[in-house]
C-alpha cells in the first residue's frame, strides 16, 4: 500500500523528490511482484502439466489393469473348464477300466451264475476292509480294482472240477488249488499298480495266517495284506452265497466260522475289523442282491466240502 498525504497546492522540492522516490520504489516492487506472480503462473502450469500427465498415466494403468484382470478371469475360466473335462475324461477312464475287468473276470467265470454279483461284492468287501484298515486312498482303489480278478487262474482248471457239486478228491484238490499260480502268471510283468496288486492278490489268496495255506504256505505280514483282505472277503463271501455244493449260510453262522479262524485262517486285525464291520458289509450285500439276507438259522448244516475246509 502507498501511504502518500497529497496535499493540494505543494511546490516544495523536497517534498516532490521524496514522491518521486516512493513512485520509483512502488514501481519496483509492482515489477518485481509481477515478476514472481510471472513464475507463480509458470510453476502453476508446470504443476497442472504434471497432474494431466500423471491422471493421463494412471488412467491408462487402471485400463491396463482392467484388461489383465479380465484376461486372468477369463484364464481362470479356460482353466476350471479344463480341468472339469479332465476330471469327466479321468472318470470315464476308470470306468472304462472297471468295465474291462468285470467283462473279463466274468469271462474266465462265465459258469458260475452268481460270478457278476460275487466280482461287485468282492470289490465293495475289500474297499470297505482297505479304508477301515486306514490305508491310502490309491491303495484302497487298487484293491478295489484288483480284488475282483482274485480267481481269474480258475480260467485254466476243467469245469468238471469246479462245477463239481460234492467233495474233491486229493487230486481234484490239488488242480483247484492252482487257480493261484495260473492267475499270478496270466497277471504277471504288468506295469501298473492294479494288476501288479491283482497278481499278488490271485497268487496268495489261499494263503493262511498261521502258515497252513497255499501255494506257498507263507505266513503272518509275509502275505501281502490284500490278499489277506481278499482271503477274508472271499470266503465270507463264499459262505454266504449259494455254491454248486451248499445253500448259502446265514450271517450269523458265518461270522462265527470266521472269528473260529481268527489267527489260524485269517489276520486276527482283519477279522476284529470284519466283525465290528458286520452291518456294513450286510448292507453291501442287500444292495448287490436286491434282497434281505438270511441273518440267522437253526436248522443249517455245514455242506460236507465246508467241513474239511470251510474257505470257500
Ligand atoms: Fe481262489
Ligand atoms: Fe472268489
Redesign the pocket.
Known sequence: MIDLEIQDGSDDPARTADYHLLYQRELERSAALRSELEIAQNQSHAFARELSHLFQHSKKQRRELASTNSQLVRYASDLRTTITELRGANQELQEAYRDTIFRLVLASEYKDKDTGNHISRMSRYCTLLARRMGLSQQEVDNISYAAPM??VGKIGIPDSIILKNGMLSDNEFIIVKS??TIGSVILENARGAVLQTAQVIALS??EHWDGGGYPQGSRHATIPLPARIVALT?TFDALTSERPYKTPYPIDLSCEIIREERGKHFDPEIVDLFLTSIDDFVSIKREIDKREPVYTSTTVVLSERDRKCPVG
Open positions: 482274485h480267481d487257480h493261484t489268496h489261499h472271499d
